[in-house]
Protein backbone atom coordinates (compact mmCIF):
# COMPACT_ATOMS: atom_id res chain seq x y z
CA UNK A 1 0.00 0.00 0.00
CA UNK A 2 2.59 2.31 1.03
CA UNK A 3 4.57 1.28 -2.46
CA UNK A 4 1.26 2.29 -4.24
CA UNK A 5 0.71 5.72 -2.50
CA UNK A 6 4.51 6.63 -3.08
CA UNK A 7 3.50 6.03 -7.15
CA UNK A 8 0.24 8.05 -6.64
CA UNK A 9 2.54 10.62 -5.04
CA UNK A 10 5.18 11.05 -8.11
CA UNK A 11 2.23 10.68 -10.18
CA UNK A 12 0.95 13.80 -8.57
CA UNK A 13 4.22 15.52 -9.03
CA UNK A 14 4.55 14.50 -12.39
CA UNK A 15 0.74 15.54 -13.27
CA UNK A 16 1.70 19.36 -11.31
CA UNK A 17 4.78 19.48 -13.55
CA UNK A 18 2.15 18.60 -16.86
CA UNK A 19 -0.14 21.14 -15.50
CA UNK A 20 2.49 23.99 -15.34
CA UNK A 21 3.61 23.20 -18.69
CA UNK A 22 -0.42 23.25 -20.15
CA UNK A 23 -0.71 26.37 -18.47
CA UNK A 24 2.41 28.07 -20.24
CA UNK A 25 1.25 26.67 -23.66
CA UNK A 26 -2.42 27.96 -22.79
CA UNK A 27 -1.25 31.79 -22.29
CA UNK A 28 0.85 31.55 -25.29
CA UNK A 29 -2.72 29.70 -27.02
CA UNK A 30 -4.72 32.82 -25.64
CA UNK A 31 -1.70 35.42 -27.12
CA UNK A 32 -2.34 33.43 -30.83
CA UNK A 33 -6.04 33.34 -30.14
CA UNK A 34 -6.46 36.84 -29.63
CA UNK A 35 -4.34 37.42 -32.81
CA UNK A 36 -6.43 35.31 -34.54
CA UNK A 37 -9.29 37.34 -33.34
CA UNK A 38 -7.97 40.74 -34.27
CA UNK A 39 -7.21 39.49 -37.91
CA UNK A 40 -10.52 37.99 -38.27
CA UNK A 41 -11.89 41.47 -37.33
CA UNK A 42 -9.81 43.36 -39.77
CA UNK A 43 -11.05 40.69 -42.51
CA UNK A 44 -14.76 41.38 -40.91
CA UNK A 45 -13.87 45.50 -41.67
CA UNK A 46 -12.77 44.76 -45.21
CA UNK A 47 -15.75 43.01 -45.99
CA UNK A 48 -18.43 45.19 -44.94
CA UNK A 49 -16.10 47.83 -46.66
CA UNK A 50 -16.18 45.91 -49.76
CA UNK A 51 -19.96 45.44 -49.20
CA UNK A 52 -20.71 49.57 -48.95
CA UNK A 53 -18.82 49.75 -52.32
CA UNK A 54 -20.57 47.57 -54.33
CA UNK A 55 -23.67 49.12 -52.75
CA UNK A 56 -22.45 52.56 -53.94
CA UNK A 57 -21.78 51.04 -57.17
CA UNK A 58 -25.45 49.99 -57.50
CA UNK A 59 -26.83 52.77 -56.95
CA UNK A 60 -24.18 54.57 -59.32
CA UNK A 61 -26.07 52.07 -61.75
CA UNK A 62 -29.10 52.27 -61.00
CA UNK A 63 -28.68 56.11 -61.34
CA UNK A 64 -27.58 55.85 -64.96
CA UNK A 65 -30.40 53.43 -65.85
CA UNK A 66 -32.66 56.41 -65.18
CA UNK A 67 -30.88 58.84 -67.00
CA UNK A 68 -30.81 55.83 -70.12
CA UNK A 69 -34.63 55.28 -69.73
CA UNK A 70 -35.05 59.69 -69.92
CA UNK A 71 -33.59 59.15 -73.14
CA UNK A 72 -34.98 56.50 -74.77
CA UNK A 73 -38.45 59.12 -73.71
CA UNK A 74 -36.68 61.81 -75.02
CA UNK A 75 -35.80 59.51 -78.73
CA UNK A 76 -39.21 58.82 -78.79
CA UNK A 77 -40.93 62.25 -78.33
CA UNK A 78 -37.96 63.20 -80.99
CA UNK A 79 -39.11 60.27 -83.25
CA UNK A 80 -42.83 61.44 -83.07
CA UNK A 81 -41.43 64.86 -84.20
CA UNK A 82 -40.01 63.36 -87.10
CA UNK A 83 -43.59 61.80 -87.88
CA UNK A 84 -45.42 64.86 -87.10
CA UNK A 85 -43.34 66.88 -89.58
CA UNK A 86 -43.34 63.74 -91.85
CA UNK A 87 -47.15 64.65 -92.05
CA UNK A 88 -46.12 68.30 -92.85
CA UNK A 89 -44.17 67.47 -95.54
CA UNK A 90 -46.37 65.42 -97.37
CA UNK A 91 -48.99 67.90 -96.79
CA UNK A 92 -46.62 70.71 -98.70
CA UNK A 93 -46.60 68.16 -101.54
CA UNK A 94 -49.86 67.54 -102.00
CA UNK A 95 -50.67 71.53 -102.01
CA UNK A 96 -47.60 72.08 -104.50
CA UNK A 97 -49.08 69.38 -106.99
CA UNK A 98 -52.90 70.78 -106.51
CA UNK A 99 -51.13 74.28 -107.80
CA UNK A 100 -49.35 72.44 -110.80
CA UNK A 101 -52.56 71.12 -111.71
CA UNK A 102 -54.11 74.72 -111.88
CA UNK A 103 -51.32 76.09 -113.52
CA UNK A 104 -51.88 73.91 -116.12
CA UNK A 105 -55.67 74.04 -116.60
CA UNK A 106 -55.75 77.95 -117.04
CA UNK A 107 -52.37 77.38 -119.53
CA UNK A 108 -55.07 75.24 -121.31
CA UNK A 109 -57.69 77.43 -121.23
CA UNK A 110 -55.37 80.19 -122.38
CA UNK A 111 -54.05 78.29 -125.53
CA UNK A 112 -58.24 77.27 -126.21
CA UNK A 113 -59.06 81.00 -126.09
CA UNK A 114 -56.54 81.87 -128.41
CA UNK A 115 -57.52 79.69 -131.16
CA UNK A 116 -60.81 80.42 -130.32
CA UNK A 117 -59.78 84.19 -131.14
CA UNK A 118 -57.78 83.14 -134.32
CA UNK A 119 -60.81 81.45 -135.83
CA UNK A 120 -62.90 84.62 -135.31
CA UNK A 121 -60.46 86.46 -137.29
CA UNK A 122 -60.20 84.39 -139.90
CA UNK A 123 -64.19 84.09 -140.42
CA UNK A 124 -64.53 87.97 -140.16
CA UNK A 125 -64.92 89.48 -143.90
CA UNK A 126 -66.87 92.43 -144.03
CA UNK A 127 -66.49 95.51 -141.07
CA UNK A 128 -68.91 95.12 -139.54
CA UNK A 129 -68.36 91.31 -139.01
CA UNK A 130 -64.57 92.75 -138.46
CA UNK A 131 -65.57 95.26 -135.72
CA UNK A 132 -67.44 93.03 -134.07
CA UNK A 133 -65.09 90.59 -133.81
CA UNK A 134 -62.68 93.38 -132.95
CA UNK A 135 -64.49 94.03 -129.92
CA UNK A 136 -65.08 90.44 -129.18
CA UNK A 137 -61.56 89.75 -129.83
CA UNK A 138 -60.75 92.57 -126.87
CA UNK A 139 -63.06 91.25 -124.92
CA UNK A 140 -61.45 87.92 -125.42
CA UNK A 141 -58.29 89.54 -124.72
CA UNK A 142 -59.41 91.30 -121.51
CA UNK A 143 -60.71 88.26 -120.87
CA UNK A 144 -57.25 86.76 -121.38
CA UNK A 145 -55.16 88.94 -119.98
CA UNK A 146 -57.33 88.29 -116.88
CA UNK A 147 -56.46 84.69 -116.85
CA UNK A 148 -52.89 85.43 -117.61
CA UNK A 149 -52.62 88.06 -114.27
CA UNK A 150 -54.28 85.05 -112.32
CA UNK A 151 -51.93 82.53 -113.52
CA UNK A 152 -48.99 84.82 -112.54
CA UNK A 153 -50.18 85.20 -109.41
CA UNK A 154 -51.06 81.51 -108.66
CA UNK A 155 -46.93 81.39 -110.08
CA UNK A 156 -45.89 83.92 -107.59
CA UNK A 157 -48.06 81.76 -105.21
CA UNK A 158 -46.69 78.84 -105.83
CA UNK A 159 -43.14 80.00 -106.22
CA UNK A 160 -43.75 81.67 -102.55
CA UNK A 161 -44.82 78.39 -101.30
CA UNK A 162 -42.29 76.40 -103.15
CA UNK A 163 -39.41 78.42 -101.23
CA UNK A 164 -40.96 78.14 -97.70
CA UNK A 165 -41.58 74.62 -98.39
CA UNK A 166 -37.59 74.11 -99.41
CA UNK A 167 -36.88 76.18 -96.06
CA UNK A 168 -38.72 74.29 -94.16
CA UNK A 169 -37.90 71.26 -95.42
CA UNK A 170 -33.88 72.58 -95.07
CA UNK A 171 -34.73 73.61 -91.36
CA UNK A 172 -36.60 70.31 -90.29
CA UNK A 173 -34.05 68.44 -91.76
CA UNK A 174 -31.15 70.22 -89.78
CA UNK A 175 -33.23 69.90 -86.94
CA UNK A 176 -33.83 66.18 -87.36
CA UNK A 177 -30.01 65.93 -87.29
CA UNK A 178 -29.44 68.08 -84.54
CA UNK A 179 -31.77 65.96 -82.92
CA UNK A 180 -30.60 62.69 -84.17
CA UNK A 181 -27.34 63.35 -83.06
CA UNK A 182 -27.34 64.56 -79.66
CA UNK A 183 -29.26 61.42 -78.12
CA UNK A 184 -27.55 59.34 -79.84
CA UNK A 185 -24.31 60.67 -78.55
CA UNK A 186 -25.76 60.48 -75.74
CA UNK A 187 -27.04 57.22 -75.82
CA UNK A 188 -23.40 55.87 -77.21
CA UNK A 189 -21.84 58.14 -74.20
CA UNK A 190 -24.18 56.19 -71.74
CA UNK A 191 -23.33 53.05 -73.52
CA UNK A 192 -19.89 53.56 -73.16
CA UNK A 193 -20.38 54.35 -69.38
CA UNK A 194 -22.20 51.74 -68.91
CA UNK A 195 -19.88 49.18 -70.43
CA UNK A 196 -17.08 50.71 -68.18
CA UNK A 197 -19.39 50.50 -65.17
CA UNK A 198 -19.90 47.01 -65.98
CA UNK A 199 -16.46 46.13 -66.32
CA UNK A 200 -15.48 47.62 -63.36
CA UNK A 201 -18.45 45.85 -61.28
CA UNK A 202 -17.01 42.61 -62.66
CA UNK A 203 -13.99 43.45 -61.75
CA UNK A 204 -14.80 44.43 -58.41
CA UNK A 205 -16.92 41.13 -57.96
CA UNK A 206 -14.16 39.25 -59.55
CA UNK A 207 -11.40 40.51 -56.80
CA UNK A 208 -14.40 40.34 -53.87
CA UNK A 209 -15.17 36.73 -54.56
CA UNK A 210 -10.97 35.94 -54.11
CA UNK A 211 -11.08 38.09 -51.10
CA UNK A 212 -14.10 36.42 -50.01
CA UNK A 213 -12.72 32.76 -50.94
CA UNK A 214 -9.50 34.12 -48.72
CA UNK A 215 -11.14 35.57 -46.16
CA UNK A 216 -13.30 31.99 -45.59
CA UNK A 217 -10.06 29.87 -45.85
CA UNK A 218 -8.62 31.67 -43.30
CA UNK A 219 -11.95 31.60 -41.36
CA UNK A 220 -11.88 27.59 -41.59
CA UNK A 221 -7.83 27.64 -40.90
CA UNK A 222 -9.23 29.55 -37.71
CA UNK A 223 -11.71 27.92 -36.41
CA UNK A 224 -9.24 24.57 -37.15
CA UNK A 225 -6.82 26.02 -34.57
CA UNK A 226 -9.46 27.21 -32.11
CA UNK A 227 -10.87 23.69 -32.22
CA UNK A 228 -7.60 22.55 -31.44
CA UNK A 229 -6.93 25.17 -28.78
CA UNK A 230 -10.44 24.38 -27.25
CA UNK A 231 -9.27 20.74 -27.00
CA UNK A 232 -6.37 21.30 -25.04
CA UNK A 233 -7.96 23.70 -22.84
CA UNK A 234 -10.64 20.82 -22.70
CA UNK A 235 -7.25 18.64 -21.93
CA UNK A 236 -5.98 21.63 -19.21
CA UNK A 237 -9.48 21.12 -17.67
CA UNK A 238 -9.77 17.86 -17.00
CA UNK A 239 -6.07 17.59 -16.06
CA UNK A 240 -6.54 19.78 -13.29
CA UNK A 241 -9.93 18.16 -12.29
CA UNK A 242 -8.38 14.73 -12.57
CA UNK A 243 -5.89 16.68 -9.88
CA UNK A 244 -8.44 17.53 -7.39
CA UNK A 245 -9.88 13.97 -8.03
CA UNK A 246 -6.94 12.63 -7.06
CA UNK A 247 -6.49 14.56 -3.80
CA UNK A 248 -10.27 13.49 -3.22
CA UNK A 249 -9.25 9.94 -3.85
CA UNK A 250 -6.45 10.15 -1.63
CA UNK A 251 -8.43 11.05 0.92
CA UNK A 252 -11.61 8.58 0.26
CA UNK A 253 -8.60 5.81 0.42
CA UNK A 254 -7.69 6.29 4.06
CA UNK A 255 -11.10 6.45 4.90
CA UNK A 256 -11.84 3.09 3.72
CA UNK A 257 -8.49 1.73 4.48
CA UNK A 258 -9.96 3.00 8.51
CA UNK A 259 -13.27 1.57 7.50
CA UNK A 260 -12.23 -1.85 6.53
CA UNK A 261 -10.33 -2.30 9.01
CA UNK A 262 -13.35 -2.09 11.02
CA UNK A 263 -15.51 -4.02 9.12
CA UNK A 264 -13.17 -6.95 8.87
CA UNK A 265 -13.42 -7.52 12.45
CA UNK A 266 -17.14 -7.02 12.40
CA UNK A 267 -17.35 -9.31 9.24
CA UNK A 268 -15.89 -12.46 10.87
CA UNK A 269 -17.90 -11.99 14.07
CA UNK A 270 -21.56 -12.09 11.20
CA UNK A 271 -20.24 -14.75 8.67
CA UNK A 272 -20.03 -17.84 10.81
CA UNK A 273 -23.53 -16.89 12.40
CA UNK A 274 -25.01 -16.17 8.90
CA UNK A 275 -23.06 -19.39 6.92
CA UNK A 276 -25.27 -21.55 10.09
CA UNK A 277 -28.03 -19.90 9.46
CA UNK A 278 -28.25 -20.56 5.43
CA UNK A 279 -27.32 -24.42 5.92
CA UNK A 280 -30.20 -24.57 7.84
CA UNK A 281 -32.51 -23.03 5.07
CA UNK A 282 -30.93 -24.79 2.17
CA UNK A 283 -31.39 -28.27 3.77
CA UNK A 284 -34.99 -27.50 4.77
CA UNK A 285 -35.56 -26.19 1.19
CA UNK A 286 -34.37 -29.18 -0.48
CA UNK A 287 -36.56 -31.42 2.22
CA UNK A 288 -39.46 -28.83 1.44
CA UNK A 289 -39.30 -29.44 -2.63
CA UNK A 290 -38.84 -33.05 -2.82
CA UNK A 291 -42.23 -33.53 -0.46
CA UNK A 292 -43.79 -30.87 -3.61
CA UNK A 293 -42.29 -32.01 -6.51
CA UNK A 294 -42.77 -35.50 -7.88
CA UNK A 295 -40.78 -37.38 -10.57
CA UNK A 296 -42.76 -36.86 -13.92
CA UNK A 297 -42.63 -37.02 -17.73
CA UNK A 298 -40.43 -34.02 -19.82
CA UNK A 299 -42.64 -32.89 -23.22
CA UNK A 300 -39.97 -31.40 -25.26
CA UNK A 301 -40.83 -28.75 -28.29
CA UNK A 302 -39.32 -30.02 -31.42
CA UNK A 303 -42.20 -28.20 -33.53
CA UNK A 304 -45.34 -26.80 -33.85
CA UNK A 305 -47.86 -29.26 -32.77
CA UNK A 306 -45.55 -32.09 -33.14
CA UNK A 307 -46.59 -35.67 -30.98
CA UNK A 308 -44.64 -34.80 -27.90
CA UNK A 309 -47.24 -32.36 -26.54
CA UNK A 310 -48.60 -32.73 -23.21
CA UNK A 311 -52.48 -32.49 -24.98
CA UNK A 312 -51.63 -34.81 -27.58
CA UNK A 313 -50.18 -37.21 -25.10
CA UNK A 314 -53.02 -36.94 -23.07
CA UNK A 315 -55.59 -37.21 -26.08
CA UNK A 316 -53.78 -40.21 -27.36
CA UNK A 317 -52.92 -42.27 -24.58
CA UNK A 318 -55.70 -41.22 -21.68
CA UNK A 319 -58.82 -41.54 -23.49
CA UNK A 320 -58.97 -37.90 -25.45
CA UNK A 321 -60.25 -34.47 -24.50
CA UNK A 322 -63.38 -34.28 -22.51
CA UNK A 323 -63.23 -38.10 -21.90
CA UNK A 324 -64.34 -39.79 -18.85
CA UNK A 325 -60.90 -41.29 -18.25
CA UNK A 326 -58.77 -37.91 -18.12
CA UNK A 327 -61.76 -35.62 -17.86
CA UNK A 328 -59.29 -32.91 -20.09
CA UNK A 329 -61.81 -30.08 -20.22
CA UNK A 330 -61.38 -26.69 -22.44
CA UNK A 331 -64.00 -24.23 -21.65
CA UNK A 332 -64.48 -20.22 -22.77
CA UNK A 333 -66.03 -16.91 -21.38
CA UNK A 334 -68.87 -17.22 -24.56
CA UNK A 335 -69.82 -19.17 -27.16
CA UNK A 336 -70.56 -17.91 -31.08
CA UNK A 337 -68.94 -20.27 -33.24
CA UNK A 338 -67.64 -24.01 -32.91
CA UNK A 339 -66.75 -25.54 -29.49
CA UNK A 340 -64.53 -24.50 -26.61
CA UNK A 341 -63.01 -28.47 -27.23
CA UNK A 342 -62.01 -27.41 -30.60
CA UNK A 343 -58.09 -25.95 -29.30
CA UNK A 344 -57.95 -29.85 -27.80
CA UNK A 345 -58.24 -31.73 -31.35
CA UNK A 346 -56.07 -29.64 -33.21
CA UNK A 347 -58.27 -29.43 -36.19
CA UNK A 348 -57.46 -27.64 -38.91
CA UNK A 349 -60.17 -27.58 -40.93
CA UNK A 350 -60.38 -24.47 -42.86
CA UNK A 351 -64.54 -24.65 -42.97
CA UNK A 352 -64.44 -25.18 -39.33
CA UNK A 353 -64.40 -21.24 -37.11
CA UNK A 354 -64.02 -21.87 -33.20
CA UNK A 355 -64.30 -18.84 -31.61
CA UNK A 356 -65.70 -16.54 -28.62
CA UNK A 357 -67.89 -14.05 -28.70
CA UNK A 358 -66.76 -10.18 -29.34
CA UNK A 359 -66.60 -9.38 -25.75
CA UNK A 360 -64.23 -7.37 -23.68
CA UNK A 361 -61.78 -9.74 -21.54
CA UNK A 362 -62.26 -12.64 -23.23
CA UNK A 363 -60.66 -15.76 -22.43
CA UNK A 364 -60.25 -19.53 -22.92
CA UNK A 365 -59.14 -22.21 -20.21
CA UNK A 366 -57.37 -25.69 -20.18
CA UNK A 367 -57.91 -27.88 -16.79
CA UNK A 368 -55.36 -31.08 -16.80
CA UNK A 369 -57.71 -32.18 -13.91
CA UNK A 370 -56.79 -33.11 -10.85
CA UNK A 371 -54.73 -35.46 -11.95
CA UNK A 372 -51.89 -33.66 -13.13
CA UNK A 373 -49.56 -30.22 -12.99
CA UNK A 374 -47.31 -28.77 -15.75
CA UNK A 375 -43.92 -27.37 -15.38
CA UNK A 376 -44.67 -24.91 -18.48
CA UNK A 377 -41.34 -24.42 -20.79
CA UNK A 378 -43.28 -23.72 -24.54
CA UNK A 379 -46.95 -23.51 -25.69
CA UNK A 380 -48.09 -23.35 -29.09
CA UNK A 381 -51.51 -21.77 -30.79
CA UNK A 382 -53.03 -22.00 -33.87
CA UNK A 383 -55.80 -19.33 -35.38
CA UNK A 384 -58.96 -20.59 -35.32
CA UNK A 385 -60.48 -18.48 -38.42
CA UNK A 386 -61.40 -19.24 -42.19
CA UNK A 387 -59.36 -16.14 -43.23
CA UNK A 388 -56.23 -14.33 -42.11
CA UNK A 389 -58.29 -11.67 -39.84
CA UNK A 390 -59.11 -11.63 -36.57
CA UNK A 391 -56.02 -13.19 -34.94
CA UNK A 392 -55.18 -12.09 -31.40
CA UNK A 393 -52.47 -9.33 -30.71
CA UNK A 394 -53.10 -8.87 -27.00
CA UNK A 395 -53.16 -11.47 -24.58
CA UNK A 396 -51.75 -13.24 -21.10
CA UNK A 397 -50.85 -16.79 -20.57
CA UNK A 398 -51.73 -17.30 -17.05
CA UNK A 399 -51.60 -20.42 -14.97
CA UNK A 400 -53.67 -21.45 -11.32
CA UNK A 401 -53.83 -24.11 -9.02
CA UNK A 402 -57.40 -23.98 -8.40
CA UNK A 403 -59.04 -21.81 -11.48
CA UNK A 404 -59.85 -18.51 -9.29
CA UNK A 405 -56.42 -17.32 -8.44
CA UNK A 406 -54.49 -16.50 -11.94
CA UNK A 407 -50.52 -15.76 -12.10
CA UNK A 408 -49.08 -14.22 -15.68
CA UNK A 409 -46.88 -16.14 -17.32
CA UNK A 410 -46.44 -13.88 -20.51
CA UNK A 411 -47.64 -11.08 -21.73
CA UNK A 412 -48.39 -10.30 -25.36
CA UNK A 413 -48.47 -6.68 -26.84
CA UNK A 414 -49.25 -6.10 -30.15
CA UNK A 415 -47.96 -9.82 -30.84
CA UNK A 416 -48.10 -10.46 -34.58
CA UNK A 417 -47.01 -14.18 -34.58
CA UNK A 418 -50.16 -15.64 -35.77
CA UNK A 419 -50.06 -13.21 -38.64
CA UNK A 420 -49.52 -14.97 -41.95
CA UNK A 421 -51.29 -15.13 -45.63
CA UNK A 422 -52.93 -18.13 -44.77
CA UNK A 423 -55.29 -18.72 -41.99
CA UNK A 424 -54.90 -21.36 -39.23
CA UNK A 425 -51.25 -20.05 -38.91
CA UNK A 426 -49.37 -20.99 -35.94
CA UNK A 427 -46.69 -19.89 -33.12
CA UNK A 428 -44.62 -21.27 -30.64
CA UNK A 429 -44.08 -18.99 -27.48
CA UNK A 430 -40.89 -20.12 -25.02
CA UNK A 431 -42.09 -18.97 -20.95
CA UNK A 432 -38.96 -17.85 -20.07
CA UNK A 433 -39.04 -15.40 -22.65
CA UNK A 434 -36.36 -14.41 -25.27
CA UNK A 435 -35.87 -10.88 -23.47
CA UNK A 436 -35.25 -9.79 -19.42
CA UNK A 437 -38.09 -7.91 -19.92
CA UNK A 438 -40.78 -10.90 -20.86
CA UNK A 439 -39.38 -13.08 -17.74
CA UNK A 440 -42.01 -12.62 -15.08
CA UNK A 441 -40.63 -13.45 -11.39
CA UNK A 442 -40.10 -17.16 -10.82
CA UNK A 443 -43.42 -18.51 -11.95
CA UNK A 444 -41.95 -20.33 -15.14
CA UNK A 445 -40.61 -22.49 -12.50
CA UNK A 446 -43.57 -23.36 -10.75
CA UNK A 447 -46.51 -26.53 -11.81
CA UNK A 448 -50.17 -25.47 -12.58
CA UNK A 449 -53.27 -27.26 -13.15
CA UNK A 450 -55.12 -24.62 -15.26
CA UNK A 451 -53.96 -22.38 -18.22
CA UNK A 452 -55.62 -19.45 -19.73
CA UNK A 453 -55.61 -17.58 -22.74
CA UNK A 454 -56.67 -13.72 -21.33
CA UNK A 455 -57.39 -11.04 -24.26
CA UNK A 456 -56.39 -7.94 -22.98
CA UNK A 457 -56.98 -5.60 -25.66
CA UNK A 458 -58.37 -6.31 -29.79
CA UNK A 459 -57.27 -8.52 -32.06
CA UNK A 460 -56.08 -7.49 -35.40
CA UNK A 461 -59.88 -6.37 -36.99
CA UNK A 462 -59.97 -4.33 -34.47
CA UNK A 463 -62.60 -6.14 -32.07
CA UNK A 464 -63.04 -8.14 -29.34
CA UNK A 465 -63.13 -11.92 -29.03
CA UNK A 466 -60.64 -14.85 -29.83
CA UNK A 467 -60.31 -17.77 -32.22
CA UNK A 468 -58.51 -20.35 -31.95
CA UNK A 469 -58.20 -23.77 -33.00
CA UNK A 470 -55.72 -25.61 -31.42
CA UNK A 471 -53.39 -25.38 -28.37
CA UNK A 472 -50.41 -27.38 -27.30
CA UNK A 473 -48.21 -27.33 -24.28
CA UNK A 474 -44.63 -28.66 -23.47
CA UNK A 475 -42.39 -28.77 -20.40
CA UNK A 476 -42.72 -31.35 -17.32
CA UNK A 477 -45.47 -32.79 -16.74
CA UNK A 478 -46.18 -34.67 -12.81
CA UNK A 479 -48.72 -36.62 -11.89
CA UNK A 480 -50.44 -35.61 -8.68
CA UNK A 481 -53.16 -37.63 -8.34
CA UNK A 482 -53.92 -41.34 -7.89
Not at 88 to 105: C, F, G, H, V, W
Not at 306 to 317: L, M, P, S
Not at 373 to 388: E, I
Not at 435 to 459: C, H, L, M
Request: glycine content about 4%; hydrophobic content about 30%; overall charge neutral.
Amino acid sequence: MKAELEAERQGHINTSQELEELKSHHEISKTKTSRLANLVQQLTDERDSAARENQTWKKEIQKWKTKSKECELEKQVLQESLASATEIQETLELLSSDLETANKEQQEQIRHFQRVNAEQQDKVTNENERDSAARESQTWEKEIQKWKTKSEEYERENQVLQERLERAMEQLSSDLEIANKEPQEHIRQLQRMNEELQDKVTNEREQHRAERASVLKENRTLKQKIEVLRKEMTTAKAETSLQAQVVELENKLKKCQMQMSEQKERFRKETNTETDRLEKEVSRLKSRLMETIRPGRVHYYEKDFDTNGVVCAIAKHYGGPNSIQTRIIATRSSNQVGEASDILENRVDREIVSGTKAEEKSWWCVDLTENYALYLTHYTLRHGHNTSFSYLLNWQLQGSHDGQSWETLRTHDNDRGLRGKDSCCTCTWAIGGKKPSEIVGDRWKKAFRYFRIFQTGKNSSGRFGIFLSGIELYGVLVKIGR
